[in-house]
């Protein structure tokens, strides 16, 4: 992602929200300080799991179960987005790269991300303005990782566009060249969600059209 491109938009959700640039450039310098040789897992590794392959992007709505029952899933490189992680792992099937800012998630389904990336899945770990103490708390339990931003990118901790974990799961995916790009457990009108959600969801359905999916 080209960060002049992405910058417009990202002042444009900034404003929509209120939220404050200046706490997600202090998150993402946060995460980048815990970042070392053997914790920080290569470009090149996630390229090799996404370039030409088709894709499933799981978003962790209501839907993901049933979605998941009607697909094949060993026909895809499974990105998951932060809780989808854990359905599937409770399906009996590691996603191999997990989208997750720590935040939205309950303990147990962070434990089972964790878990997930001890057995193999490449997970980015994503640094926003509000979930510090989570990264704090969680990251070191991470054996390897990718940092990402959606601020400005800087050596390590770098920004493939995108918003929420279910959308930056799609753009990961264009930024490293799938085949193809199919989703599963998304519900961009899901009306059991507050407010805020509901404006995340917004934003989703507009960037993921973005890209065209």
């Not at 390229?47 to 899933?73: F, M, T, Y």
Request: aromatic share 10%; proline share 3%; charged share 30%.
């Amino acid at each position: 992602m080209d960060f002049a491109a992405w910058e417009p938009i990202y002042e444009r959700i900034l404003k929509d929200f209120g939220f404050d640039r200046v706490g997600d450039e202090e998150a993402a310098l946060f995460l980048s300080r815990r970042l070392t040789e053997e914790n920080t897992a290569s470009l090149s590794e996630l390229k090799a799991l996404i370039s030409g392959r088709p894709v499933l992007v799981c978003g962790n709505a209501p839907k993901l179960r049933d979605d998941l029952s009607e697909i094949s899933l060993s026909d895809f490189t499974i990105i998951a987005a932060d809780g989808a992680a854990a359905v599937l792992m409770d399906m009996g099937f590691v996603p191999e790269v997990i989208c997750t800012d720590l935040d939205g998630n309950s303990e147990v389904d962070i434990e089972k991300e964790i878990l997930a990336c001890k057995k193999g899945s490449l997970v980015l770990i994503h640094a926003h303005g509000d979930n510090t103490y989570k990264l704090e708390k969680y990251v070191p339990l991470f054996k390897r990782f990718i940092a990402t931003t959606q601020a400005k990118p800087f050596d390590k901790v770098y920004n493939f566009g995108g918003f929420s974990d279910g959308d930056r799961c799609v753009f990961v995916a264009k930024e490293f060249g799938a085949k193809s790009v199919k989703l599963a457990g998304f519900d961009f009108e899901d009306s059991g969600v507050n407010l805020i959600k509901k404006k995340k969801l917004k934003w989703a359905r507009e960037l993921i059209g973005m890209l065209g999916i």
